[in-house]
Antibody, heavy 114, light 110 residues
C-alpha cells in the first residue's frame, strides 16, 4: 500500500531535542518533495518544513527556523526532522506529507513539558 | 507567515449543500491554486481536491472545487452525517516559499 509512517515522538523537556522519522512505501520517494506539518492539540494545521526530492532546496516556517532541520535519505525512503531547543509551543502531532500534500501519515505526538 | 482565511464553522441539514470558502492573495491562491483537505476527529488529514480542482478517484462526486481570483471554494452536495469534519484549504505561497493553511472550517450536519 502507498503509505507514510512516522515515528520518534515522545515526551521531552523544554530545551531538549528529538528526531522524527517518516518511512515511505509503494511510491517513487526520491522524485517527490516532502513536508512536515504539525497540529497542536485542538488547533489547526501548521506547515513546518519542505525538502525537495534531491534534498535541496529546503524551506522552513519562521517559527522553527534555526531550531529544526529537515533531511532525507532516498536510499532508505526516509524523511527526518531533527528538532532542537524544543519549546512548549512545539507540542503537537507531527505529520509527514508527500508532495503537494496528497498523502499523509498518521502522525507522531511530540509533548514538550517539564 | 500569515495564513489563508476560512470561516470557522458551517452548519447545514442532511441532503443540503455546504459551501466552504478560502481567501488568500495573488502570491498563493491566486496564482498557485488551493487544495482542500478533510480531517475527521482522531484521523490525519486527507486530500479531497488538488490545486487543479481535481478529486482523487476515491473521493465522492458530491464534492467539487473551484477558484475565482484569490478565493477558492469547496462545495459538498447531498450532505450526509459522515461529512461532519474539519475542512482545511492550503496553498503554496510563491513569495514566502511556504505552504499556507486556512484555520479550518468545522462542518456540522444537522
Amino acid at each position: 500500500d502507498v503509505q507514510l509512517v512516522e515515528s520518534g515522538g515522545g515526551l521531552v523537556k523544554p530545551g531538549g531535542s528529538l528526531r522524527l522519522s517518516c518511512v515511505a512505501s509503494a511510491f517513487r520517494f526520491e522524485v517527490y518533495g516532502m513536508n512536515w506539518v504539525r497540529q497542536a492539540p485542538g488547533k489547526g494545521l501548521e506547515w513546518v518544513a519542505h525538502i525537495s526530492g534531491p534534498g535541496a532546496p529546503i524551506y522552513y516556517a519562521d517559527s522553527v527556523k534555526g531550531r529544526f532541520t529537515v533531511s532525507r535519505d532516498n536510499a532508505k525512503r526516509s524523511l527526518y526532522l531533527q528538532m532542537n531547543n524544543l519549546r512548549g509551543e512545539d507540542t503537537a502531532t507531527y505529520y509527514c506529507a508527500k508532495g503537494v500534500l496528497d498523502l499523509w501519515g498518521r502522525g507522531t505526538l511530540v509533548n514538550v513539558s517539564s | 507567515q500569515a495564513g489563508l482565511t476560512q470561516p470557522p464553522s458551517v452548519s447545514k441539514g442532511l441532503r443540503q449543500t455546504a459551501t466552504f470558502t478560502c481567501t488568500g492573495n495573488s502570491n498563493n491562491v491566486g496564482n498557485q491554486g488551493a487544495l482542500w483537505l478533510r480531517q475527521r476527529q482522531g484521523h490525519p488529514p486527507k486530500l479531497l481536491s488538488d490545486r487543479e480542482n481535481s478529486r482523487p478517484s476515491n473521493i465522492s462526486e458530491r464534492l467539487s472545487a473551484s477558484r475565482s481570483g484569490n478565493t477558492a471554494t469547496l462545495t459538498i452536495s447531498e450532505l450526509q452525517a459522515e461529512d461532519e469534519a474539519d475542512y482545511y484549504c492550503s496553498a503554496w505561497d510563491s513569495n514566502l516559499s511556504a505552504w499556507l493553511f486556512g484555520g479550518g472550517t468545522k462542518l456540522t450536519v444537522l
